[in-house]
Structure formats: structure tokens, C-alpha cells
């Protein structure tokens, strides 16, 4: 049993630039960018390989290799992670380690920039959604079907997997998320209210619940502690419930926690006022 820590594009211009790839002329950045977008459209495309198939089992290669020539080459997973983190502590071993198992990453804001500077391929959450992250000051850049119907599809329902591929979403394997430390910094002082409004997660705690609640399929991590045991349990192709039973316990105290400390600051904001 592992043990977890105690506490709790449109086509032709992707034509165009394919060939401008193969042929070696490739500007700086180019690279980068296609793959990411190729990745983004494997995400989709890949369901439709496996529809016919119920449920959906992890296999342990990817299901396409794409070679483009020279040092080009891309892969479509048919396992995707996700990963939203505030505090980014051992993000390179897990972003590497979940590329090494077959895994691709679809990752938002920091998060994706961190990885890509570790050199771990990513696939930026908004080329899933086809939402820019500045749609309403990014306050719903996760919230979109895209991302909570590959979370919370049931693997061992027909139904749930036909929905899925007819829209043309992919299913997540593996959510880490992790949450900004909201009490900390509005207690530290100096913060107006309509700015500690602001910092109130949204997206981080719906994709947290809706992969604990489906933790039958999916994995979900909250404390970089437990990324050595979710890797090692990974590699073991394993199907543990009751490690999957335990990270959902995890995910859902650490959303307990988050609210508990919206709450208790948006209290005393309140008590402080009535008695002004």
C-alpha cells in the first residue's frame, strides 16, 4: 500500500506550418508553439481513437507519434494530466516524471510557464477551451466543459463516454491543483476588501471537488508530498481505491480549509463593519 503524507489553430495555417517544420526553417519559438498545438488537438482527437472501447483503460504508450523530422517530434497521449498550482514546490520531478509515464500536461498561467522552462512539454489550458484566459479578467478560463467534462465523466458509463466524444472532449487522468493561500495573505494587512474578493479561488476549488468526487477514475493531488506516491503508483499500473479514496479525503480538507478561511475573513470584514 503506498503511503500518502500525514497532512491533509484552422487547418491550413497548421498545413503551412508543418511544412515549414519538416523543411528545417523553423522561427524562434515555432517549435514550441506547434507542438503545443498539436498536442491541444491530439487531446481531442485521441477520445475518438478509444470510443468504441468502455471504459477507457490507461495504456502505458502514447497513441500517435507524429515525426516531423530533425529534432520534431510529438505525441499523442491517450492519458492527460492536469495542473493548476499556486505553490509550485516539486513541479519539475512531477512534470517530468508524469511526461516520462506517457502523460501529457494541460496546464494554466504560471503553472505552464514553470514547466516549460523545466523543458516539459505543455498544453496551455485556453487552447482546450478556445477561450482566451483574459475572458472576464480569467475568472472562468477553467470553468468550461471542456475541462470539468473530462474530469467528471464516469469511465464505466456508455452514455458518459458517447457525450464526450461527440463534443469532442478528452478525459483527464491525473488533476493536481493546489490553492493560493488566501487567509495568509489577507490577514498579513494592507489588503483593501475589494481586493481580497478578488483573490477568492473559484476555478482551483471546482476542479479539485469534481476530481475527489470522481476519484474512481481520477487522481487527485493537493500536497506536493504525495507526488513521489502518485508517480510510483502510476508506474505500478495500479488500482488502488482506497489510494484513490485517500487523496479524495485530502483534496476535499483542503477545500474545507479554503473556505473556512474565506469565511472566517469575509466574517470578521462583516462584524468590523456592523460595528463601525
Given at each position: 500500500?503506498?503511503?500518502?503524507?500525514?497532512?491533509?489553430?484552422?487547418?491550413?495555417?497548421?498545413?503551412?506550418?508543418?511544412?515549414?517544420?519538416?523543411?528545417?526553417?523553423?522561427?524562434?519559438?515555432?517549435?514550441?508553439?506547434?507542438?503545443?498545438?498539436?498536442?491541444?488537438?491530439?487531446?481531442?482527437?485521441?477520445?475518438?481513437?478509444?470510443?468504441?472501447?468502455?471504459?477507457?483503460?490507461?495504456?502505458?504508450?502514447?497513441?500517435?507519434?507524429?515525426?516531423?523530422?530533425?529534432?520534431?517530434?510529438?505525441?499523442?497521449?491517450?492519458?492527460?494530466s492536469?495542473?493548476?498550482?499556486?505553490?509550485?514546490?516539486d513541479?519539475?520531478?512531477?512534470?517530468?516524471?508524469?511526461?516520462?509515464?506517457?502523460?501529457?500536461?494541460?496546464s494554466?498561467?504560471?503553472?505552464?510557464?514553470?514547466?516549460?522552462?523545466?523543458?516539459?512539454?505543455?498544453?496551455?489550458?485556453?487552447?482546450?477551451?478556445?477561450?482566451?484566459?483574459m475572458?472576464?479578467?480569467?475568472?472562468?478560463?477553467?470553468?468550461?466543459?471542456?475541462i470539468?467534462?473530462g474530469?467528471?465523466?464516469?469511465?464505466?458509463?456508455?452514455?458518459?463516454m458517447?457525450?464526450?466524444?461527440?463534443?469532442?472532449?478528452?478525459?483527464f487522468?491525473?488533476?493536481?491543483?493546489?490553492?493560493?493561500?488566501?487567509?495568509?495573505?489577507?490577514?498579513?494587512?494592507?489588503?483593501?476588501?475589494?481586493?481580497?474578493?478578488?483573490?477568492?479561488?473559484?476555478?482551483?476549488?471546482?476542479?479539485?471537488?469534481?476530481?475527489?468526487?470522481?476519484?474512481?477514475?481520477?487522481?487527485?493531488?493537493?500536497?506536493?508530498?504525495?507526488?513521489?506516491?502518485?508517480?510510483?503508483?502510476?508506474?505500478?499500473?495500479?488500482?488502488?481505491?482506497?489510494?484513490?479514496?485517500?487523496?479524495?479525503?485530502?483534496?476535499?480538507?483542503?477545500?474545507?480549509?479554503?473556505?473556512?478561511a474565506?469565511?472566517?475573513w469575509?466574517?470578521?470584514?462583516?462584524?468590523?463593519?456592523?460595528?463601525?
Amino acid at each position: 500500500m503506498l503511503g500518502l503524507a500525514t497532512t491533509p489553430t484552422t487547418t491550413p495555417t497548421v498545413a503551412k506550418n508543418c511544412i515549414l517544420c519538416i523543411s528545417g526553417r523553423v522561427l524562434p519559438g515555432f517549435v514550441q508553439w506547434f507542438q503545443s498545438s498539436l498536442v491541444a488537438f491530439c487531446h481531442s482527437f485521441s477520445l475518438s481513437l478509444r470510443s468504441n472501447f468502455y471504459p477507457v483503460k490507461a495504456t502505458a504508450k502514447a497513441d500517435t507519434n507524429f515525426d516531423l523530422g530533425g529534432s520534431v517530434s510529438v505525441h499523442c497521449f491517450s492519458k492527460q494530466s492536469l495542473i493548476s498550482l499556486f505553490d509550485k514546490k516539486d513541479l519539475a520531478f512531477l512534470g517530468k516524471g508524469l511526461q516520462s509515464l506517457g502523460y501529457s500536461i494541460i496546464s494554466t498561467g504560471g503553472t505552464t510557464s514553470s514547466l516549460e522552462n523545466e523543458g516539459v512539454s505543455v498544453t496551455k489550458v485556453e487552447q482546450l477551451t478556445w477561450f482566451p484566459k483574459m475572458v472576464l479578467d480569467g475568472r472562468v478560463k477553467t470553468l468550461h466543459p471542456n475541462i470539468h467534462g473530462g474530469i467528471l465523466a464516469r469511465r464505466d458509463k456508455k452514455h458518459h463516454m458517447e457525450a464526450l466524444n461527440k463534443h469532442g472532449i478528452g478525459t483527464f487522468d491525473v488533476v493536481v491543483v493546489n490553492l493560493y493561500p488566501f487567509y495568509d495573505e489577507v490577514s498579513s494587512g494592507g489588503i483593501e476588501f475589494k481586493d481580497g474578493i478578488e483573490n477568492i479561488d473559484i476555478g482551483g476549488l471546482a476542479m479539485i471537488r469534481a476530481a475527489a468526487k470522481n476519484h474512481k477514475d481520477i487522481l487527485v493531488v493537493v500536497d506536493s508530498q504525495d507526488y513521489s506516491a502518485l508517480l510510483e503508483f502510476l508506474q505500478g499500473n495500479q488500482d488502488d481505491q482506497l489510494f484513490r479514496r485517500k487523496l479524495a479525503w485530502k483534496a476535499f480538507q483542503h477545500v474545507a480549509s479554503y473556505d473556512s478561511a474565506v469565511s472566517e475573513w469575509l466574517w470578521k470584514q462583516t462584524v468590523g463593519v456592523i460595528r463601525n
